[in-house]
């Protein structure tokens, strides 16, 4: 099984880098191949919003740059991991960025799923999402947007699972809540592969 | 007694024609200019393109009274760059003492999300997170228009596109009563901006679906429109 993180840490933002090893080392331990993007150091530009990837060259965004290999490499894992600071109960630039030129891997096709309007998959399996948001000060009210966020991202890029967990980052940083979210996902997908 | 006298629109499209965003956000900048207020209209993800855009844009914030934001949905947010922007706003004004301000005393932020989808309340997350921005940046939050179908609008003026736009043309106008005022959003301004455009809601999707596959068939690729170009595409391991 496959796993990418998308890690969205921003320039001169806070470092992510010990959550990031803590998931991965977890992943691992659950049989996932694991691969980082640090988005931050890639070329990605934000999305032109003309839809040319679905009426100009179906599948691809018409900028050639990592947003495509980005694109490539989530639309063959299990698991796609956004890790992200919470801005707002959002995520950060550096992720929203990655994430807004995914829309390649979605059919331009009108489709009810429970009762909305939803864009049609274009494949025929999408990788299940497990999303941690960092704050330096847990605030309830954005940890609630961030997961009702994430949850709408399960719907319209068709994942089976996802988990959503926000964390506080402090000096005291418990990593058990973030291996639980972790191992819950990971059992999830792998009873699914089974 | 009206007592603002700048308004200016964050346009959060990176489109530079047929944005929905513009038409919506420009509609509602025109009847909050009936009332004598001065306006100006900048497109967001041009503004903060460089760092010397940036100063400029975040002292324009601060010249002026009356902030809204017109911006598609994008993955069930804010676009990446409109983040960005409202990033830059609030972190320029966090050591601002403005706690104890009287709230009527701040500048007021609203919002309008259109989404591509015939259900309006499909920007409900984006709206949550608007709010949540205009708290952090010290702003008086007046509330949120959230609009389905808005590629029904795709640059027209609302006034050019018939009865279909009524409700949203007279929902649009009580909130620049409400945004000149000061007022949060009254119910009706809700209650006539996120009503359905085309009714019923299948035959949007049958418009839109029809839609797609005729700009494939315009740019030859419409027997391509369901390819799956990355599938086993593997990882560098």
Redesign the interface.
């Known amino acids: 099984m496959k796993a990418l993180i998308l890690n969205g840490e921003e320039i001169d933002g806070l470092s992510l880098n010990y959550i990031s090893e803590s998931i991965k080392e977890e992943l691992k331990a659950n049989d996932f191949k694991v691969e980082e993007i640090l988005l931050k150091e890639k070329e990605i530009a934000d999305c032109l919003g003309h839809f040319k990837c679905w009426v100009k060259t179906p599948g691809i965004c018409i900028i050639d740059d990592y947003g495509r290999e980005t694109a490539a490499k989530l639309i063959n894992s299990e698991l796609v991991i956004f890790l992200t600071p919470v801005i707002f109960g959002s995520y950060s630039y550096q992720l929203k960025k990655a994430l807004d030129r995914m829309i390649p891997l979605i059919s331009p096709y009108f489709k009810r799923i429970e009762g909305e309007i939803h864009h049609r998959k274009r494949y025929s399996k999408y990788p299940s999402i497990l999303a941690v948001g960092v704050m330096e000060r847990i605030n309830q009210v954005q940890s609630e947007i961030f997961k009702e966020l994430v949850e709408r991202n399960s719907i319209n890029f068709h994942s089976l699972f996802f988990e959503a967990e926000v964390l506080e980052l402090d000096d005291d940083f418990d990593t058990k809540k973030l291996k639980n979210a972790v191992k819950e996902i990971s059992e999830k997908i792998g009873e699914q592969n089974d | 007694m009206i007592k603002f006298k700048k308004a200016i629109l964050l346009i959060g499209?990176?489109?530079s024609k047929n944005s929905s965003s513009a038409s919506l956000g420009g509609h509602l900048l025109s009847k909050i200019e009936e009332y004598d207020i001065a306006t100006e209209t900048v497109q967001l993800?041009f503004e903060i393109s460089t760092e010397a855009k940036r100063i400029q844009f975040l002292e324009k914030i601060e010249e002026t009274d009356i902030i809204i934001l017109a911006a598609?949905l994008?993955?069930?947010?804010?676009?990446?760059?409109v983040?960005?922007a409202?990033?830059l706003i609030?972190e320029n004004r966090k050591d601002l003492n403005l706690k104890n301000l009287d709230s009527d005393k701040r500048k007021s932020f609203s919002v309008i999300v259109n989404c591509g989808?015939?259900?309006a309340d499909?920007n409900k997350?984006a709206l949550?997170?608007?709010e949540?921005?205009a708290q952090?940046a010290g702003f008086k939050y007046l509330g949120g228009i959230s609009i389905g179908m808005g590629e029904a609008v795709s640059g027209r003026s609302l006034l050019e596109m018939g009865r279909m736009a009524n409700d949203l043309i007279k929902g649009l106008e009580r909130a620049a009563d409400d945004i000149v005022r000061n007022h949060r959003f009254s119910d009706s301004v809700i209650e006539k901006t996120s009503k359905a455009m085309i009714s019923p809601?299948w035959l949007y999707?049958l418009i839109?679906?029809f839609s797609?596959r005729f700009?494939?068939f315009?740019?030859g690729?419409y027997r391509?429109?369901?390819?799956?170009?990355?599938?086993?595409?593997?990882?560098?391991?």
Request: charged share 25%.
């Open positions: 499209s990176p489109k993800p598609p994008y993955v069930d947010t804010l676009p990446a760059k983040i960005k409202l990033s609030a989808f015939p259900e499909q997350t949550k997170v608007c949540q921005f952090a809601r999707t839109g679906n797609w700009q494939g315009q740019n690729v391509k429109m369901n390819d799956k170009p990355y599938l086993k595409v593997k990882h560098n391991d």
